[in-house]
């Protein structure tokens, strides 16, 4: 299954994603965040219709790079990738439909 429960520390760099092969999520966001605990049943219900596609969750907050590279701002936000190539891109997500929308663009 590709939905991560857990959002992490950065384990990832810039340069790592950016030379990513294949379609990958990346979400943005705390485990005390009340957006992000919200959000997750549609981020679930969205991912597990595309196993295939990767779902990484990076601890945001003061201090981290990652997220400022991407101009994260608000949690959760959602970055597409195709190859390392941002294809969209979500803030605050309403429902599994947006996700499963811009997970199409990745596929």
């Known amino acids: 299954m590709s939905y991560t429960n857990q959002y992490t520390p950065e384990t990832l760099s810039r340069d790592e994603l950016d030379q990513t092969a294949g379609p ?3 979400e943005f966001g705390t ?3 009340g ?3 919200g959000a997750q049943a ?3 219900a969205a991912m597990d219709k595309h ?3 990767r779902h990484v969750k990076v601890e945001d907050g003061k201090g981290r790079r990652l997220g400022r590279t991407f101009g994260v701002k608000l949690w959760p936000t959602l970055i597409f990738l195709r190859n390392g190539e941002e294809m969209a ?3 605050r997500p309403e429902s599994s439909n947006n996700i499963e929308g811009a997970l199409r663009k990745i596929q």
């Open 35 to 37: 957006f992000c605990q």
């Open 51 to 53: 196993p295939d596609v």
């Open 24 to 26: 990958m999520v990346i």
């Open 31 to 33: 485990n005390w965040c």
């Open 89 to 91: 891109r979500l803030v």
């Open 42 to 44: 549609d981020i679930r």
